[in-house]
């Protein structure tokens, strides 16, 4: 039986829905054809996937009080956008060697 509820963006579940989630989650799982378990072998490269994708190295770098400032406008996750233009740079030489 499949029971859906809606929540407002921000809203706390009630007790009843809390209540129906943890039932849920106390239920077995069922696989079929749409949605078999995984093997072993199929886990064991979505564990490899995920601990890859998440695999980042920190690293100290110099630059001019205004880069910094021009990330920063940015907002949050500006030290994202300085790893994707990094990431975007290396795989487009022309660019490397115009820095040069």
Do not use: W
Not at 1 to 12: H, I, P, Y
Not at 22 to 29: F, G, L, S, T
Not at 31 to 49: H, K, N, S, V
Not at 78 to 97: C, H
């Amino acid at each position: 039986m499949l029971v859906t509820s809606r929540l407002k963006a921000g809203a706390k579940p009630a007790g009843k829905q809390i209540e129906r989630i943890r039932k849920a989650a106390r239920q077995p799982v069922t696989f079929d054809e749409d949605c078999p378990e995984l093997t072993t072998g199929q886990l064991g490269q979505l564990i490899e996937a995920a601990r890859l994708r998440n695999l980042k190295q920190t690293v100290g770098l110099r630059l001019n009080p205004q880069t910094i400032e021009q990330y920063k406008a940015f907002g949050k996750g500006y030290t994202r956008v300085m790893a994707s233009v990094l990431e975007y740079a290396i795989k487009n030489p022309s660019l490397i060697k115009k820095a040069l």
